[in-house]
């Protein structure tokens, strides 16, 4: 089945240790965001790529970056995680063809990774 | 500012009744508006979309009704079961860009046998 997959599911870093969550897909869609989710709240978007142009949310802090290598694979990288970095971290996919073509707006989420800051 | 309120955190009801979620916005002009389902641990899944220029829009056991003129969105589910028990988020996406996704915090709902 076509689905967003993220991995790990749950994990543990240190604070200020920088630490890597990896999403991909096999829904082929050119759109990827990442949200954070914290308890009991709205996922909030951080950014999103969309084909290769990174979109960075304008209150998003600088200590989280992203890559997408290729159309398959998203990093999320935090640089010097606090304790309130410490939250769920959802990837969702779309299909977005612009004017010119036939865009699907729902967008498929992964299970996401659930992060701590010890 | 721009602004997404679901009626409540938590809502309970009895197994067959209907479930009537409520989502109002402020200084926001949605294109479109969707629905989602969020298991505790997992990633919401989408439900329905419905467009500013439709009133209604159904798909089996679901409703969802949008208002531009109240600024609210109703999300029934008819004949409930406990397995529709779940928090079920809103979310808007302007005219302006079919990426941005603003989502409201959500109801809980608790559909008890």
């Known amino acids: 089945d076509a689905m967003v997959i993220q991995n790990p599911r749950y994990q543990v870093t240190q604070f200020g240790k920088p630490v890597t969550l990896s999403c991909s897909q096999t829904?082929?869609?050119?759109?990827m965001y990442w949200y954070q989710q914290k308890s009991s709240q709205a996922p909030k978007l951080l950014f999103h790529?969309?084909?290769?142009?990174?979109?960075n949310e304008a209150d998003t802090p600088d200590n989280f970056q992203s890559r997408r290598p290729n159309t398959s694979f998203c990093f999320l990288d935090i640089r010097s995680p606090g304790l309130g970095d410490a939250a769920m971290y959802l990837c969702?996919?779309?299909?977005?063809?612009?004017?010119?073509?036939?865009?699907?707006?729902?967008?498929?989420f992964g299970p996401g990774t659930r992060l701590t800051v010890t | 500012s721009q602004k997404i309120e679901q009626n409540s955190e938590a809502l309970n009801i009895q197994e067959g009744k209907t479930a009537t979620l409520t989502c109002n916005y402020t200084?926001?002009?949605?294109?479109?508006l969707q629905w989602y389902r969020q298991d505790p641990g997992r990633g919401p899944v989408f439900l329905l979309l419905?467009?500013?220029?439709?009133k209604e829009k159904r798909k089996e056991r679901l409703k969802v009704t949008f208002d531009t003129t109240l600024k609210q969105s109703l999300f029934h589910i008819t004949a409930s079961q406990p397995a529709d028990s779940a928090t079920y988020l809103c979310?808007?996406?302007?005219?302006?860009?079919?990426?941005?996704?603003?989502f409201g915090s959500g109801t809980q709902l608790t559909v008890l046998p």
């Open positions: 969702a996919t779309s299909r977005d063809l612009g004017s010119g073509g036939t865009s699907s707006y729902e967008q498929y």
């Open positions: 829904l082929n869609h050119n759109v």
């Open positions: 419905i467009r500013e220029n439709e």
């Open positions: 200084n926001y002009s949605p294109a479109y």
């Open positions: 979310a808007f996406i302007s005219s302006g860009s079919a990426r941005q996704l603003t």
């Open positions: 790529y969309y084909d290769k142009d990174f979109n």
